[in-house]
């Protein structure tokens, strides 16, 4: 069997940054609350026209030239989002012309966790042999589903993509992913209207429920319960314990639950990396885009052990163990 290792990565952010003094001047909310409760300084925002599949397609051919791998050699795109274009195509379709790809192309909606659940789907492609090369992207814009009247959510989310470009290598670099889903969850966080069991009407729309709504304190507690859970069963899967950790690459939703998360799982801060102070929540894009700040800043050495972990609506989560590689090595 071969193994899935990454050999790219890119990311792409929209211009726009929205600051916590922009959002003061939308809602009854301050710089101060927002930094406080959940260490986000500012956000981006897609330009008028941009779209998901525009993010997705910057981000994965800046990982496709990372790797020096040509459009042509992809065998599969996947896309991680839950904020597709429209609902039909799929994003990944729309970023497959984009890029100029060939490959089949899918989206995968696991919301937040989307990221994981994806490198999982390809690195098991890869692993039984049906694919060589797999690009993965986690790309959401989250700004056309949050309600800019509601201080609650709006203050939380942001735009952008990342990607990784996973190849066959003899050496592992996926090493293990635990995933899980509770759909009993769905009520902590969702979209209610818009979709098949509640098209938009005038009414739904006036109603403000294309927007997502949600219970931010259940899910605080929900992600600082199973993250650390999902991130131990998927350690003792690749035979490594936490010592091992070299990176924790955590879904960037709040400060406090990414600083709850280390400190239960006992990983030094200076081992944790966070990057939602400019960026916000960007969902399935938010552990891709942590990883190029990691790996652009130069702070990732070969034969290091990286934890992503991640959760999100459904409500879902997932953990993934992955040894960085030398492209040259693979
Ligand atoms: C949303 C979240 C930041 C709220 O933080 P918190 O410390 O739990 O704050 P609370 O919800 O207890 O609200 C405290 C007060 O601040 C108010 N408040 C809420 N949002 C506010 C804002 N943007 N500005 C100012 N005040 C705000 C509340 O109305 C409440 O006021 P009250 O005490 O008069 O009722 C936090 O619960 C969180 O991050 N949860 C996880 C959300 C998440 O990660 N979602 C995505 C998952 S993928």
């Known amino acids: 069997m071969s193994h899935a290792a990454i050999i790219g990565v890119g990311s792409y952010l929209p211009e726009r940054r929205l600051t916590n003094a922009d959002l003061a001047c939308m809602v009854d909310t301050s710089d101060e609350w927002i930094l406080s409760r959940t260490g986000i300084a500012e956000r981006r ?50 970023a497959q012309a984009k890029m100029g790809l060939s490959c089949p192309a899918m989206d995968v909606n696991a919301a937040c966790t989307g990221f994981i659940y994806a490198l999982q789907l390809g690195a098991s492609a890869i692993e039984s042999g049906r694919c060589r090369k797999v690009l993965v992207i986690g790309a959401d814009t989250l700004s056309s ?4 009247t509601d201080r ?14 996973l190849r066959a290598s003899k050496e592992p670099g996926v090493l293990g992913v635990h995933l899980g889903a509770d759909g009993t969850g769905v009520e902590m966080l969702k979209i209610p209207a818009g979709g098949s069991a509640a098209p938009c009407t005038p009414e739904r729309l006036a109603a403000h429920e294309q927007f997502v709504v949600m219970n931010g304190t259940e899910i605080f507690k929900f992600a600082v319960r199973r993250i650390p859970q999902v991130t131990r069963q998927a350690l003792r899967e690749s035979h490594l314990t936490v010592e091992d950790i070299d990176w924790l690459v955590p879904h960037q939703a709040n400060q406090r639950i990414i600083d709850t998360i280390a400190e239960r799982l006992g990983i030094p801060h200076d081992h944790v990396v966070s990057t939602i102070r400019d960026t916000g929540n960007t969902s399935a894009a938010s552990i891709p885009l942590a990883i190029d700040a990691l790996y652009t800043g130069g702070r990732l050495r070969p034969g290091q052990t990286l934890a992503l972990v991640g959760f999100g609506a459904g409500v879902t989560w997932g953990a993934a163990i992955v040894r960085w590689t030398k492209k040259e090595d693979v």
């Not at 989310?157 to 990784?164: C, E, I, N, Q, Y």
């Open 45 to 94: 925002i897609v330009a008028e026209g941009e779209a998901t599949s525009d993010m997705a397609a910057e981000a994965g051919a800046r990982a496709l030239a990372d790797a020096g791998v040509d459009p042509g050699k992809v065998d599969l795109l996947i896309v991680a989002t839950s904020t597709p274009d429209m609902p039909m195509p799929s994003a990944a379709a729309l």
């Open 145 to 148: 589903i949050i309600d800019f």
């Open 152 to 165: 609650s959510t709006c203050v939380l989310f942001g735009d952008g993509a990342g990607a990784v470009l």
